[in-house]
């Protein structure tokens, strides 16, 4: 028995929207049949999904993501992750090494497969770390880990503080065919602040991160990749400075991709109401100069993809205030409806670009196989219901924290029915 899923509307990264009647069976789309074309498929023995008026999109992807486990499962793990991920309609997500262990031996890029296997919901694809232990002073094995099942390299949390172990691992990953994936982060310049030097940091007396700490890692990158040859993609974009490196290493053809965060794309230091820690995260909130430019990037290719930077912690670690608790946000399960509401249902952008960029752009980054409806191709879908206003409330919250600063927005564009693999995950 497979699934009809009729009369969805489908768009591509054109924004051409098209009613279709797509089929799944077993894990594959098996058909797609234009609805407009008067035939009526036979829907007798399989399931019948209604999706008149909804989006049908190839399933979300994204490509950062933690997950937490092993190691820190009392603020999420991986059976509640890959639940909170497909609530947010996410069907494929590359979950961080940050963990304890961090996944930097073949034995814990093991653990996460098995678990993800056993317990999750989507389909999870770890990132191995570039240093032992996220300690910048040892490559790991990149070959062991890439023969493991890793699709990149990693020291998300910290930067790589030495430009020589950068290049080593760039080079090293570049001779496997493997991109390096950087949290850009010099620590010489930012000595334990919690939020971005500027007007709230000024207001409320306390240290501040400032711009080039993330860009001047950026820069030094961008000149490593080109004497590398590796494909480097920098994480969580949030300055302008950054952008415009990124700008100018593009138009060199160094081979350099990028990504930004729905809260950077939509808030600025100025919309930070207090010292609530809801509303910390590293990079931190910048000013609405910066955002500006990360908008701009995205829709001019600068920036390749949307992320949502998953990272859970609970309430008491929250509770701890601006200045202790850990820096970091949920993503999942609000991300499209926030972009819907503040950048498709404004006209700023088209829906078809929206979802190009959380399915097919990431998909081609990365070379994997998904992000798209074309038959015969994993069915990952996402149905989407474009109509519905409906305020974040913290008790639909599926992750097992409740991180997030966007608790009370009244926002449209809901995922109600996720298929991940050809089985229905959410709905
Ligand atoms: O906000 C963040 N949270 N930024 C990071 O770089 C790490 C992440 C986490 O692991 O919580
Ligand atoms: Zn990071
Ligand atoms: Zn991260």
């Known amino acids: 028995m497979g699934i009809w899923i009729l009369n969805g509307l489908t768009v591509d990264a054109n924004n051409v929207q098209t009613t279709k009647h797509v089929l799944v069976e077993n894990d594959k789309i098996a058909l797609v049949v234009d609805a407009l074309s008067g035939d009526v498929p036979q829907t007798e023995g399989h399931e019948v999904i209604d999706a008149a008026g909804k989006l049908v999109s190839p399933g979300f992807i994204d490509m950062h993501v933690h997950l937490r486990e092993p190691g820190f499962e009392h603020k999420e793990n991986i059976a509640t992750g890959t639940?909170?991920?497909?609530?947010?309609?996410?069907?494929?997500?590359?979950?961080?090494?940050?963990?304890?262990?961090?996944?930097?031996?073949v034995d814990t890029v093991n653990y996460i497969l098995d678990k993800a296997a056993t317990d999750g919901v989507v389909r999870v694809i770890p990132y191995g770390t570039i240093t032992k232990n996220e300690l910048g002073r040892e490559l790991t094995d990149f070959a062991a880990l890439k023969e493991a099942g890793v699709i990149g390299y990693t020291d998300d949390g910290v930067g790589v503080q030495s430009a020589q172990m950068m290049k080593d691992a760039m080079a090293l990953a570049a001779s496997l065919g493997m991109p390096i994936i950087a949290h850009c982060e010099d620590d010489t310049l930012v000595v334990g602040a919690p939020v971005n030097e500027g007007t709230f940091a000024t207001k409320h007396g306390l240290k501040g991160i400032p711009n080039e700490s993330e860009a001047i890692h950026v820069g030094r990158d961008v000149l490593l990749a080109e004497a590398t040859g590796v494909h480097y993609h920098v994480c969580h974009v949030s300055?302008?400075?950054?952008?415009?490196?990124?700008?100018?290493?593009?138009?060199?053809?160094?081979?350099?991709?990028?990504?930004?965060?729905?809260?950077?794309?939509?808030?600025?230091?100025?919309?930070?109401?207090?010292?609530?820690?809801?509303?910390?995260?590293?990079?931190?909130?910048?000013?609405?100069?910066?955002?500006?430019?990360?908008?701009?990037?995205?829709?001019?290719?600068?920036?390749?993809?949307?992320?949502?930077?998953?990272?859970?912690?609970?309430?008491?670690?929250?509770?701890?205030?601006?200045?202790?608790?850990?820096?970091?946000?949920?993503?999942?399960?609000?991300?499209?409806?926030?972009?819907?509401?503040?950048?498709?249902?404004?006209?700023?952008w088209t829906l078809g670009f929206l979802v190009d960029r959380m399915t097919k752009k990431p998909a081609d980054v990365f070379g994997l196989p998904y992000g798209t409806l074309e038959v015969g191709s994993v069915a990952d879908i996402t149905i989407v219901d474009l109509d519905t206003t409906k305020a974040v409330l913290k008790e639909e919250i599926v992750s097992r924290s409740k991180n997030t600063p966007f608790i009370g927005w009244e926002l449209r564009g809901w995922p109600v029915v996720t298929i991940a693999s050809g089985k229905v995950v959410y709905s």
């Open 239 to 348: 300055t302008e400075q950054s952008v415009r490196l990124i700008r100018h290493a593009k138009q060199f053809g160094i081979k350099v991709t990028a990504e930004v965060c729905p809260h950077h794309l939509l808030l600025s230091e100025e919309d930070i109401p207090g010292m609530d820690a809801n509303w910390k995260m590293n990079p931190p909130l910048r000013t609405p100069r910066d955002v500006q430019a990360v908008i701009e990037a995205l829709e001019d290719g600068t920036i390749d993809i949307i992320v949502t930077d998953h990272a859970p912690h609970t309430e008491e670690e929250k509770a701890k205030g601006m200045l202790l608790a850990p820096f970091g946000i949920l993503g999942f399960e609000t991300a499209f409806s926030l972009l819907y509401t503040k950048f498709v249902l404004t006209g700023k």
């Open 83 to 105: 639940r909170s991920a497909a609530r947010g309609g996410f069907t494929t997500i590359a979950c961080m090494p940050n963990t304890r262990p961090v996944i930097d031996t």
